[in-house]
């Protein structure tokens, strides 16, 4: 897939279609892989890569590419292009500016979960299709089977359709698919409030207020961010106190509900492994079950429940009298 | 930093009661910026705002606390008093201890901590607060009357007499109304029709009156004298220009088993109709649901006889914009369904009727040509029993009926009692009440007349069951006063059901924005003191939209609200709200949420050039507030997830220093 995909990228290149491409970049292994962009077909050649490791979604880099001079090729991932349809929805990418290649997924790999196996300085990880052989620094060799290190939010994948796109590399586009994602959500729900704060606050314990969250979230785009903003009241670097790590991560929910397309790279890029995408899905699995189903980027054009008033819309009682667990 | 006074109201002893002022004053005096601080007994009367005007020169003021009632009472009597001796009246805010203190808690210490609390969260706010200045807005003069019927065409009329013009939307084919279905009216005995409908031809008569029958509202825009409404003229498959309402294609259409809803369904008419000979306009209706050119394609009969060429089978919704600078609701009620009352076995037999079917039966232009006949056998019905209180003044806990009193049915109950013993003295006429309501002028005159001259038997007590058996109807019921068990034999059972506001009110309430209660009742500004209008400014009511009344009373309010219209049109400019939102152009994402929630449309989207940290210049897609349609509601501040969007007067910051102070 990767070479169709380097092939194509020149194409467009050498005919103008493009004069850049987004796309992901080797790094000094296997698993360490960044998103970049590439302006020549020899940087092509010499750099890109798109492997299990290359799960970084790169919708959020076009808000700023697609206001540079010219067109750009970016490659989306079923995910990448939910996110993409929903920051077209919210003007923040100018989609005329960007040529989109869909590009088909099958789960993407968790590199801690290899790691999390024992395994340390690992120097080479060889694709054998369904497995993974593992060689490190200090000889071992292993075999691990690719399922068991996905990455959980693609077990539990929502879609394999492509939502925008200028064209597929592999015909036909997927199909959204049956998932479990809530089950973990309903799991929390049926907590008793104690316990659920004390879930919480166990997991919000080991913030270290990094940001990456924050940087990664494709729905994070504003100018400035109310934490950067002094007069929004809330702007710190750091968590003061305990309370405010909490509401850091609570405030970031309630900013991206109904606009997060539970991408999942908050939680993937989380240096502390804080299940921070159990927080959006909660929002969307309540605004599914209070507003009817809605899944934020499927298409440009929908309203988002939380900015959407109609008529048989629940009243604001509803929220109180279901609650969680009491 | 401000000089902050702070003014604690005793409100008698409706605040003093169950908060201890004295205290409050004394709490508030250490809060930061406070220099002035004390408590009076009324601070809403002339000798109160002295007090805050000369604390205001003496002690150099810049802020003002009132720890008082809600601001909807006084903020604008505080502010005005702050104005009158220079400070910007947008400087003065209200810390509401009265319905949000004293009148919900009992305990003193309680009331007072709450007190405190309240009046610490208004000083905090002050602190923030910025003079704000009022801007202007032009008044359309022009009023939109919703429903057609005695209390739109009242309050259309009135206004329409003061020179203004008026649309009336009315959504079925003609105006007109309930009052056009009843038989006479209570206390007078004089026929509905004779006095209605020489209304509803002074409304088409009159020049500054405009009929838009069969139309529905569609969309509603804007603010107080400047509304913008979106107006569904339905099609009628009939020009109504060219219609002469002659009634030729009435006659002529082949589809007659239509059931007519002008007579409750107890006849039919044809599939292209007028309702009723005296309607206004006068213009035939085609059906499309029974109409057999619109369902089959075959047909066109009453294409071909109608004189005019008025027939259009490819006429479609035509939707018409207008402005406006008052909208007044008129939607009135309609009977509720009496079928869930099974004790009363309406949906078993024919012969229980709703009173306003009896009304039908007994009108001269009605399904029996005033003949009163029960509706099973075509026969003349010797005792009939009315029930009283059907769904009305019903336990919180019982799901099918209302708590209310729908105030009518004890006089038109007489009215039919009375009517019926005179047109027909060997009829037995029952009514079973809980009790019988006659306040009003000549209205218990009225009654006593049923009970003394005309002789009906008037039971306390209420009706249990009715089973049909036999062509007759078993009635068993109790009277309380003579504590026995009854069963009469009767022919007929009239329900006296109760009335519930109509349907259409509820999604027009959320269009407007107007408040409704728990019956979808709209709200009126304030119960005693402004009944016509609704919270909502430029919104007014009239009529049974606004809670059930009779004729005397629903036109009395009609005038009324006409009064308030001619009040506001008559205004060539009202003063704005400088409490409105603005976009920190450099936070905004130009996302668009605030643009979706708007309900004013007052946010519009422009691109502008900015140069940016990294001294580049870039384009960017930014929100504007046209400062004169916004109403300062708020939605956009919050939808907006940069913090771009803050409103002058409530920012976030004065609502974040409020919640600070509550929580401290």
Same mark, same amino acid.
């Given at each position: 897939?990767?070479?169709?995909?380097?092939?194509?990228?020149?194409?467009?290149?050498?005919?103008?279609?493009?004069?850049?491409?987004?796309?992901?970049?080797?790094?000094?292994?296997?698993?360490?892989?960044?998103?970049?962009?590439?302006?020549?077909?020899?940087?092509?050649?010499?750099?890109?890569?798109?492997?299990?490791?290359?799960?970084?979604?790169?919708?959020?880099?076009?808000?700023?590419?697609?206001?540079?001079?010219?067109?750009?090729?970016?490659?989306?991932?079923?995910?990448?292009?939910?996110?993409?349809?929903?920051?077209?929805?919210?003007?923040?990418?100018?989609?005329?500016?960007?040529?989109?290649?869909?590009?088909?997924?099958?789960?993407?790999?968790?590199?801690?979960?290899?790691?999390?196996?024992?395994?340390?300085?690992?120097?080479?990880?060889?694709?054998?299709?369904?497995?993974?052989?593992?060689?490190?620094?200090?000889?071992?060799?292993?075999?691990?089977?690719?399922?068991?290190?996905?990455?959980?939010?693609?077990?539990?994948?929502?879609?394999?359709?492509?939502?925008?796109?200028?064209?597929?590399?592999?015909?036909?586009?997927?199909?959204?698919?049956?998932?479990?994602?809530?089950?973990?959500?309903?799991?929390?729900?049926?907590?008793?409030?104690?316990?659920?704060?004390?879930?919480?606050?166990?997991?919000?314990?080991?913030?270290?207020?990094?940001?990456?969250?924050?940087?990664?979230?494709?729905?994070?785009?504003?100018?400035?961010?109310?934490?950067?903003?002094?007069?929004?009241?809330?702007?710190?670097?750091?968590?003061?106190?305990?309370?405010?790590?909490?509401?850091?991560?609570?405030?970031?929910?309630?900013?991206?509900?109904?606009?997060?397309?539970?991408?999942?790279?908050?939680?993937?890029?989380?240096?502390?492994?804080?299940?921070?995408?159990?927080?959006?899905?909660?929002?969307?699995?309540?605004?599914?079950?209070?507003?009817?189903?809605?899944?934020?980027?499927?298409?440009?054009?929908?309203?988002?429940?939380?900015?959407?008033?109609?008529?048989?819309?629940?009243?604001?009682?509803?929220?109180?009298?279901?609650?969680?667990?009491? | 930093?401000?000089?902050?006074?702070?003014?604690?109201?005793?409100?008698?002893?409706?605040?003093?009661?169950?908060?201890?002022? /004295?205290?409050?004053?004394?709490?508030?005096?250490?809060?930061?910026?406070?220099?002035?601080?004390?408590?009076?007994?009324?601070?809403?009367?002339?000798?109160?705002?002295?007090?805050?005007?000369?604390?205001?020169?003496?002690?150099?003021?810049?802020?003002?606390?009132?720890?008082?009632?809600?601001?909807?009472?006084?903020?604008?009597?505080?502010?005005?008093?702050?104005?009158?001796?220079?400070?910007?009246?947008?400087?003065?805010?209200?810390?509401?201890?009265?319905?949000?203190?004293?009148?919900?808690?009992?305990?003193?210490?309680?009331?007072?901590?709450?007190?405190?609390?309240?009046?610490?969260?208004?000083?905090?706010?002050?602190?923030?607060?910025?003079?704000?200045?009022?801007?202007?807005?032009?008044?359309?003069?022009?009023?939109?009357?919703?429903?057609?019927?005695?209390?739109?065409?009242?309050?259309?009329?009135?206004?329409?007499?003061?020179?203004?013009?008026?649309?009336?939307?009315?959504?079925?084919?003609?105006?007109?109304?309930?009052?056009?279905?009843?038989?006479?009216?209570?206390?007078?005995?004089?026929?509905? @029709?004779?006095?209605?409908?020489?209304?509803?031809?002074?409304?088409?008569?009159?020049?500054?009156?405009?009929?838009?029958?069969?139309?529905?509202?569609?969309?509603?825009?804007?603010?107080?004298?400047?509304?913008?409404?979106?107006?569904?003229?339905?099609?009628?498959?009939?020009?109504?220009?060219?219609?002469?309402?002659?009634?030729?294609?009435?006659?002529?259409?082949?589809?007659?088993?239509?059931?007519?809803?002008?007579?409750?369904?107890?006849?039919?008419?044809?599939?292209?109709?007028?309702?009723?000979?005296?309607?206004?306009?006068?213009?035939?209706?085609?059906?499309?649901?029974?109409?057999?050119?619109?369902?089959?394609? /075959?047909?066109?009969?009453?294409?071909?006889?109608?004189?005019?060429?008025?027939?259009?089978?490819?006429?479609?919704?035509?939707?018409?914009?207008?402005?406006?600078?008052?909208?007044?609701?008129?939607?009135?009620?309609?009977?509720?369904?009496?079928?869930?009352?099974?004790?009363?076995?309406?949906?078993?037999?024919?012969?229980?009727?709703?009173?306003?079917?009896?009304?039908?039966?007994?009108?001269?232009?009605?399904?029996?040509?005033?003949?009163?006949?029960?509706?099973?056998?075509?026969?003349?019905?010797?005792?009939?029993?009315?029930?009283?209180?059907?769904?009305?003044?019903?336990?919180?806990?019982?799901?099918?009926?209302?708590?209310?009193?729908?105030?009518?049915?004890?006089?038109?109950? @007489?009215?039919?009692?009375?009517?019926?013993?005179? /047109?027909?003295?060997?009829?037995?006429?029952?009514?079973?009440?809980?009790?019988?309501?006659?306040?009003?002028?000549?209205?218990?005159?009225?009654?006593?007349?049923?009970?003394?001259?005309?002789?009906?038997?008037?039971?306390?007590?209420?009706?249990?069951? +009715?089973?049909?058996?036999?062509?007759?109807?078993?009635?068993?019921?109790?009277?309380?006063?003579?504590?026995?068990?009854?069963?009469?034999?009767?022919?007929?059972?009239?329900?006296?059901?109760?009335?519930?506001?109509?349907?259409?009110?509820?999604?027009?309430?959320?269009?407007?924005?107007?408040?409704?209660?728990?019956?979808?009742?709209?709200?009126?500004?304030?119960?005693?003191?402004?009944?016509?209008?609704?919270?909502?400014?430029?919104?007014?009511?009239?009529?049974?939209?606004?809670?059930?009344?009779?004729?005397?009373?629903?036109?009395?309010?009609?005038?009324?609200?006409?009064?308030?219209?001619?009040?506001?049109?008559?205004?060539?400019?009202?003063?704005?709200?400088?409490? +409105?939102?603005?976009?920190?152009?450099?936070?905004?994402?130009?996302?668009?949420?605030?643009?979706? +929630?708007?309900?004013?449309?007052?946010?519009?989207?422009?691109?502008?050039?900015?140069?940016?940290?990294?001294?580049?210049?870039?384009?960017?897609?930014?929100?504007?507030?046209?400062?004169?349609?916004?109403?300062?509601?708020?939605?956009?501040? +919050?939808?907006?997830?940069?913090?771009?969007?803050?409103?002058?007067?409530?920012?976030?910051?004065?609502?974040?220093?409020?919640?600070?102070?509550?929580? /401290?």
């Amino acid at each position: 897939m990767q070479d169709r995909m380097i092939a194509r990228a020149k194409e467009l290149l050498a005919d103008g279609t493009v004069n850049r491409v987004m796309g992901w970049q080797k790094g000094e292994f296997t698993y360490d892989i960044t998103p970049a962009v590439f302006h020549t077909a020899e940087e092509l050649d010499r750099d890109f890569v798109c492997n299990d490791f290359a799960a970084a979604n790169v919708s959020k880099y076009l808000v700023k590419e697609s206001r540079k001079e010219g067109r750009i090729l970016a490659f989306l991932k079923p995910c990448d292009s939910y996110s993409f349809a929903q920051l077209m929805k919210e003007h923040r990418v100018l989609r005329e500016n960007v040529y989109i290649i869909g590009i088909p997924s099958w789960g993407k790999t968790d590199f801690e979960k290899i790691k999390a196996r024992g395994l340390s300085g690992i120097k080479n990880i060889k694709d054998n299709g369904a497995d993974y052989f593992v060689e490190t620094v200090y000889g071992d060799e292993v075999t691990v089977p690719k399922y068991e290190v996905m990455l959980d939010r693609c077990k539990d994948c929502k879609s394999k359709k492509i939502v925008v796109y200028d064209e597929l590399l592999e015909e036909p586009n997927g199909d959204v698919i049956e998932n479990h994602r809530f089950d973990e959500v309903a799991r929390l729900e049926a907590m008793t409030p104690d316990e659920r704060f004390a879930f919480w606050r166990n997991e919000l314990s080991r913030c270290i207020r990094c940001n990456a969250c924050r940087n990664v979230c494709p729905a994070c785009t504003c100018e400035k961010c109310v934490f950067d903003n002094r007069d929004s009241g809330v702007e710190n670097k750091a968590a003061a106190d305990s309370f405010e790590e909490n509401m850091f991560h609570i405030i970031r929910a309630f900013h991206v509900a109904g606009r997060c397309t539970d991408c999942g790279e908050c939680s993937r890029v989380c240096p502390q492994h804080i299940p921070l995408h159990l927080l959006n899905r909660k929002f969307i699995k309540d605004m599914n079950e209070l507003y009817g189903d809605y899944q934020a980027g499927a298409d440009p054009d929908t309203r988002p429940p939380m900015t959407d008033f109609r008529f048989d819309d629940c009243e604001p009682s509803v929220v109180y009298e279901r609650g969680g667990a009491k | 930093m401000q000089r902050i006074g702070v003014f604690v109201c005793w409100c008698g002893s409706n605040i003093a009661g169950t908060v201890d002022v /004295k205290q409050v004053a004394e709490m508030l005096k250490n809060e930061p910026g406070v220099v002035f601080s004390t408590d009076y007994q009324y601070m809403c009367s002339e000798s109160g705002q002295n007090l805050i005007k000369d604390a205001i020169r003496e002690h150099g003021l810049t802020g003002v606390v009132v720890c008082s009632c809600s601001p909807r009472m006084h903020e604008n009597t505080f502010r005005k008093a702050a104005a009158s001796v220079g400070l910007n009246p947008y400087m003065v805010e209200i810390a509401n201890i009265r319905e949000q203190c004293s009148w919900i808690h009992k305990d003193m210490g309680v009331g007072t901590a709450k007190a405190v609390i309240l009046g610490r969260a208004a000083v905090a706010k002050v602190h923030l607060n910025a003079p704000l200045t009022a801007g202007e807005s032009p008044v359309t003069k022009r009023a939109l009357v919703i429903g057609g019927g005695i209390a739109g065409i009242q309050t259309a009329l009135d206004i329409a007499e003061a020179g203004f013009p008026v649309d009336i939307v009315e959504k079925s084919p003609t105006i007109g109304g309930k009052m056009a279905q009843l038989d006479k009216t209570f206390p007078t005995l004089d026929c509905a @029709a004779c006095i209605l409908t020489p209304k509803m031809v002074e409304a088409a008569q009159q020049e500054n009156i405009n009929i838009y029958a069969y139309s529905e509202v569609d969309e509603v825009k804007g603010f107080v004298g400047n509304f913008s409404v979106k107006i569904r003229r339905k099609a009628r498959f009939i020009k109504e220009d060219l219609c002469t309402g002659c009634g030729l294609c009435t006659e002529k259409c082949p589809m007659k088993k239509v059931p007519n809803e002008f007579n409750l369904g107890m006849d039919n008419r044809s599939a292209v109709y007028i309702p009723f000979a005296q309607a206004v306009p006068k213009v035939a209706t085609i059906d499309a649901n029974y109409c057999i050119k619109k369902k089959t394609g /075959k047909c066109g009969l009453c294409s071909t006889v109608c004189g005019v060429g008025a027939i259009d089978y490819d006429q479609k919704d035509e939707i018409l914009e207008e402005k406006y600078g008052a909208i007044v609701v008129a939607t009135g009620f309609n009977p509720i369904s009496v079928e869930k009352f099974d004790e009363f076995a309406y949906a078993q037999s024919p012969d229980v009727v709703t009173s306003l079917e009896y009304e039908r039966l007994m009108n001269a232009a009605g399904p029996t040509n005033g003949t009163l006949l029960r509706p099973s056998d075509r026969q003349h019905p010797h005792t009939i029993v009315f029930v009283q209180c059907v769904g009305s003044r019903c336990d919180a806990k019982n799901e099918k009926g209302k708590q209310y009193c729908s105030k009518v049915c004890c006089m038109y109950t @007489a009215k039919h009692a009375m009517l019926t013993r005179e /047109k027909y003295p060997d009829t037995d006429v029952y009514v079973f009440y809980i009790d019988v309501r006659t306040p009003g002028k000549n209205f218990d005159e009225f009654y006593r007349r049923a009970v003394e001259d005309y002789g009906v038997h008037y039971i306390k007590g209420m009706v249990g069951k +009715v089973v049909p058996e036999n062509g007759k109807l078993k009635v068993q019921a109790s009277d309380l006063l003579a504590n026995e068990q009854l069963h009469i034999d009767a022919d007929m059972v009239v329900l006296a059901a109760a009335v519930e506001p109509d349907k259409s009110a509820r999604p027009l309430a959320t269009m407007l924005t107007a408040s409704m209660d728990t019956n979808d009742f709209f709200t009126e500004a304030h119960p005693k003191l402004r009944p016509v209008e609704s919270p909502t400014a430029g919104v007014f009511l009239s009529g049974m939209c606004q809670g059930p009344k009779d004729i005397p009373d629903t036109v009395s309010q009609a005038s009324a609200c006409a009064a308030k219209v001619i009040g506001l049109l008559a205004k060539d400019k009202l003063t704005g709200n400088p409490c +409105v939102a603005h976009s920190n152009e450099l936070l905004c994402n130009g996302c668009s949420s605030c643009e979706k +929630v708007c309900p004013y449309g007052a946010i519009t989207y422009s691109d502008k050039e900015f140069r940016m940290p990294d001294r580049t210049t870039a384009v960017r897609r930014v929100a504007e507030v046209n400062p004169a349609v916004c109403q300062g509601c708020g939605a956009c501040t +919050v939808a907006c997830p940069s913090g771009a969007m803050d409103l002058y007067g409530f920012s976030n910051q004065q609502i974040m220093a409020e919640v600070d102070a509550i929580c /401290k």
